[in-house]
């Protein structure tokens, strides 16, 4: 299971930690990706990150301002998010897909795939 909290209300140019806690498997053989749908907008995939070997992929909307980081010995996955936009405003939801399945390869591609398991989603909610 996914365990996705750190959500909530902050004004824009804002930070927020989202945090994905995984229970029943260990990261380190997963690659956890982020993602976020706005009401009438297609799911979007905001970045991704390999546990065994760090390596991440971020979607050109989020690069610069948002970071990915994994504590294996936390089983957790993190969202650093900076400067924070009104576009940002969306439901997040952290899943998990075994690295294998990606070819051992984090790219934009990474975020099509089906994932196998999924976290609830918390609400981020950026005010001007």
């Known amino acids: 299971q996914l365990q996705a909290s750190g959500g909530g209300l902050v004004q824009a140019g804002g930070s927020l930690r989202l945090s994905c806690a995984a229970s029943?498997?260990?990261?380190?053989?997963?690659?956890i990706g982020w993602f976020r749908q706005a009401p009438g907008k297609e799911r979007e995939g905001v970045s991704c990150?390999?546990?065994?070997?760090?390596?991440?992929y971020y979607a050109d909307s989020v690069k610069g301002r948002f970071t990915i980081s994994s504590d294996n010995a936390k089983n957790t996955v993190y969202l650093e998010m900076n400067r924070l936009k009104l576009e940002d405003t969306a439901v997040y939801h952290c899943?998990?897909?075994?690295?294998?399945?990606?070819?051992?390869?984090?790219?934009?591609?990474?975020?099509?795939?089906?994932?196998?398991?999924w976290g609830q989603g918390t609400q981020v909610t950026v005010s001007s």
């Open positions: 899943a998990a897909i075994p690295y294998y399945r990606l070819g051992y390869s984090v790219s934009q591609a990474a975020m099509e795939y089906a994932y196998d398991y």
């Open positions: 029943g498997f260990t990261l380190d053989d997963y690659a």
């Open positions: 990150i390999s546990s065994s070997d760090g390596m991440t």
